[in-house]
């Protein structure tokens, strides 16, 4: 396991606030079992970034043609919806919600090449919301495969989240298993599909990126 290397410095900001708020406590307070207390809270804290922004070892499942997920989570949509931005038409729809406490780091879902990438500053609702897949902050990536196939996903932040990274880049080669960026705290991932493709998952299945297969595309 390693941890993220966009979030290097939000570690270092939790540590600091962690570290001076228990020196002002401290300086504050006399009484030892509130000093004890309140470490345990600075200490689990600080400690508790360090695991939120782990990027663990995953055995990639995916391939060219198999699509695993980008994200760990609960699979919360599994229908058709016309996606509006890239394929002007109607897809199957899955989307992953992650919890405060799933690994956030996310993770190419497809072997192939990025044909589109935009990032949308936007809000930050709940993220399991359906509107928030367009109105919150977000990064939309597009893949095609060697077959010619393109899936769509988009990461997208949540109430809590203020920050969106996306590794994503016109005519960047990426391989199903390796992290394509990350999400910071609660959020969701929403693919678009083609009509053809296999669907794997249902509504309430808990997934996990690189190891969980969502789709198969046709060969």
Same mark, same amino acid.
């Given at each position: 396991?390693?941890?993220?290397?966009?979030?290097?410095?939000?570690?270092?900001?939790?540590?600091?606030?962690?570290?001076?708020?228990?020196?002002?406590?401290?300086?504050?307070?006399?009484?030892?079992?509130?000093?004890?207390?309140?470490?345990?809270?600075?200490?689990?804290?600080?400690?508790?970034?360090?695991?939120?922004?782990?990027?663990?070892? /995953?055995?990639? =499942?995916?391939?060219?043609?198999?699509?695993?997920? &980008?994200?760990? @989570?609960?699979?919360?949509? $599994?229908? %058709?919806?016309?996606?509006?931005?890239?394929?002007?038409?109607?897809?199957?729809?899955?989307?992953?919600?992650?919890?405060?406490?799933?690994?956030?780091?996310?993770?190419?879902?497809?072997?192939?090449?990025?044909?589109?990438?935009?990032?949308?500053?936007?809000?930050?609702?709940?993220?399991?919301?359906?509107?928030?897949?367009?109105?919150?902050?977000?990064?939309?990536?597009?893949?095609?495969?060697?077959?010619?196939?393109?899936?769509?996903?988009?990461?997208?932040?949540?109430?809590?989240? /203020?920050?969106? =990274?996306?590794?994503?880049?016109?005519?960047?080669? &990426?391989?199903? @298993?390796?992290?394509?960026? $990350?999400? %910071?705290?609660?959020?969701?991932?929403?693919?678009?599909?083609?009509?053809?493709?296999?669907?794997?998952?249902?509504?309430?299945?808990?997934?996990?990126?690189?190891?969980?297969?969502?789709?198969?595309?046709?060969?």
């Amino acid at each position: 396991m390693r941890i993220d290397k966009d979030s290097h410095g939000t570690i270092i900001t939790v540590w600091v606030v962690c570290i001076l708020l228990t020196a002002l406590f401290f300086w504050w307070v006399k009484a030892p079992w509130a000093r004890v207390i309140f470490c345990l809270l600075t200490g689990f804290s600080a400690l508790f970034s360090i695991f939120f922004f782990r990027v663990p070892e /995953r055995q990639a =499942v995916g391939s060219e043609t198999t699509v695993t997920s &980008v994200a760990d @989570g609960e699979v919360v949509i $599994v229908d %058709k919806a016309f996606e509006n931005e890239y394929f002007q038409k109607e897809c199957q729809r899955i989307s992953v919600y992650m919890d405060f406490f799933n690994v956030h780091a996310n993770f190419w879902p497809v072997t192939g090449e990025i044909s589109f990438c935009k990032y949308h500053p936007g809000r930050h609702k709940l993220a399991f919301l359906p509107k928030s897949s367009d109105l919150n902050e977000h990064a939309t990536s597009v893949i095609r495969t060697p077959d010619g196939h393109e899936i769509l996903f988009k990461q997208i932040a949540g109430t809590f989240a /203020r920050r969106v =990274v996306s590794y994503s880049q016109p005519g960047l080669k &990426v391989q199903s @298993g390796l992290q394509c960026g $990350v999400i %910071k705290l609660g959020s969701r991932i929403d693919f678009f599909l083609p009509l053809d493709a296999v669907i794997k998952v249902a509504e309430g299945d808990i997934v996990r990126a690189c190891e969980t297969v969502i789709a198969e595309l046709p060969r």
